[in-house]
């Protein structure tokens, strides 16, 4: 058992039998009444976000999940198969599991995939992934003065607004937290 005041990112518990990662937390000291904790959770099962709030103090359990370092190989119909990096042996994920994800991945890219009792719950990305840029609108000289953006699309269909300098064939490092251009690679 955890107590809600030790909430950290990233950290994964069990609520009413369900499995959450705590994405954003925030402690709440009102001028009147009781302290609580105001937390946004992830339901690691189905990918539903709900907020949720707990009284300062209360206990909830702790969820042991395991991470697992694997390669992606390729797509099979629905499903997306991975390799374990030290045994070689091969795990399917659904890609309604990992749907998100899926516009950052690339074939023999390390991930980590996460389980709970034997129960594949998804992947874990690195924090950035480079990917090369399809189609674009070509970049007109003295646009980088404005300051302003364009949308690209990358090698995995993922749209991302990016500065008007960048061209297609570009490599981007793009931040799979949020979407978002990092820098050219």
Do not use: C, W
Not at 61 to 82: C, I, P
């Amino acid at each position: 058992m955890i107590s809600v005041n030790d909430f950290r990112t990233g950290l994964t518990i069990i609520v009413d039998g369900n499995l959450y990662r705590v994405l954003d937390f925030q402690h709440v000291k009102p001028g009147k009444g009781a302290a609580f904790v105001r937390s946004k959770l992830r339901n690691l099962r189905n990918g539903n976000v709900q907020e949720k709030t707990f009284r300062a103090g209360e206990k909830v359990e702790k969820a042991m999940v395991e991470n697992r370092k694997m390669q992606y190989l390729y797509a099979q119909g629905d499903s997306h198969v991975f390799m374990d990096m030290e045994s070689y042996e091969q795990t399917e994920l659904a890609a309604s599991q990992i749907e998100d994800e899926l516009m950052y991945l690339l074939e023999n890219m390390e991930v980590h995939i996460q389980s709970y009792q034997g129960e594949m719950l998804g992947i874990e990305l690195p924090n950035t992934v480079t990917l090369e840029v399809t189609a674009t609108e070509p970049g007109i000289k003295g646009d980088t003065a404005t300051g302003g953006s364009k949308p690209a699309t990358l090698q995995t269909g993922l749209v991302v607004n990016v500065p008007f300098f960048v061209n297609e064939g570009d490599k981007l490092v793009i931040n799979t937290t949020d979407g978002s251009y990092v820098s050219r690679a």
